[in-house]
């Protein structure tokens, strides 16, 4: 009797286990994850994306970690196509590091999107990516976006496979490995070098873009030390001008008068010259309206 008792009990316990020991023990079915360096924005894009695998009963919650100086931007999963919000725990504190618990309910990809500083000296960027394996995973990919401009790209470890985008504006090194098991990490460290810190979104290039520093030397502009040369230069031309109509009007009054006088004279004398008349006695010179002559007497005679 004990005997027929023991088997169906050890079915039942084995059968009520099962689904128990399947939402504890989460396996991702990929883990995808996306560096994109200087994209939007002068830091690194991280967008960590996974699915779960269908040998799980769900829903279930998956906790992943990123750095405590990461900016989280996005939790969502994918939908027709299009990204759309999920409900998740706020991200705690742990050190070096954050956690954030994401309430899974189906097989669509999930992800979560987070920006993190580059750390930087003079023109060489870098950047530490670390999986630390917290679940089984069927395939790592990792994806590495620069701009196209990098140079002295140094991947550690060394990308499978490095080469120019179809559009020409970005470095795309891949990275492929399979078989993650629980508690199997993976590091990654990316160096570069570039000049320019211009972002590689093709969106930004529209956007009005901070101009060069006005210097001394940027065309069209006047020195503000040459402002006084040119305010006295405009003030002495001022004054010549001036003194030039100034001298003009003293000469052109005295000529004017001075032929008035010269012609005036000149007609008074035709005038006299025409009437003048002379002693016929002594030969003095009368004026006009005289009868007798100043000089000796004699009666003038009428012409």
Not at 49 to 64: G, R, Y
Not at 96 to 119: F, G, K, M
Not at 155 to 170: I, K, N, T
Request: charged share 20%; glycine share 6%; with cysteine.
């Amino acid at each position: 009797m004990r005997k027929h008792l023991f088997i169906p009990i050890l079915i039942l316990c084995v059968s009520l286990s099962t689904p128990v020991r399947a939402q504890g023990g989460v396996r991702l079915e990929s883990i995808s994850v996306a560096l994109w360096a200087e994209f939007d924005q002068p830091s690194m894009l991280v967008i960590n994306e996974f699915i779960v695998s269908q040998n799980i009963t769900l829903p279930v919650k998956v906790t992943l970690r990123f750095p405590s100086d990461g900016n989280l931007i996005a939790v969502a999963y994918e939908a027709n196509g299009q990204l759309v919000n999920t409900p998740f725990e706020s991200p705690v504190a742990q050190g070096e590091w954050q956690t954030i618990t994401v309430n899974v309910d189906s097989y669509a990809p999930y992800r979560i999107e987070y920006y993190q500083p580059l750390e930087r000296e003079g023109n060489t960027r870098s950047f530490y990516f670390h999986w630390f394996g917290d679940y089984p995973a069927e395939r790592f990919d990792l994806h590495v976006q620069l701009p196209a401009d990098s140079v002295n790209v140094t991947p550690s470890p060394a990308f499978d496979s490095l080469e120019l985008a179809p559009d020409g504006q970005h470095l795309v090194g891949t990275t492929t490995k399979s078989g993650l098991k629980m508690g199997q990490s993976y590091q990654f460290k990316i160096e570069y070098e570039r000049e320019s810190e211009s972002l590689s979104d093709p969106s930004t290039a529209n956007q009005v873009q901070p101009s060069e520093p006005i210097d001394e030397n940027t065309t069209g502009r006047v020195s503000v030390d040459q402002i006084p040369w040119i305010i006295g230069l405009v003030g002495l031309a001022m004054i010549a001008f001036a003194l030039f109509f100034y001298w003009r009007s003293l000469r052109g009054t005295p000529a004017t008068s001075t032929s008035g006088r010269r012609r005036h004279r000149s007609t008074e004398g035709t005038a006299d010259s025409s009437q003048a008349s002379y002693c016929h006695e002594c030969g003095t010179r009368s004026l006009p309206g005289d009868r007798f002559c100043r000089t000796c007497g004699s009666r003038l005679r009428a012409e």
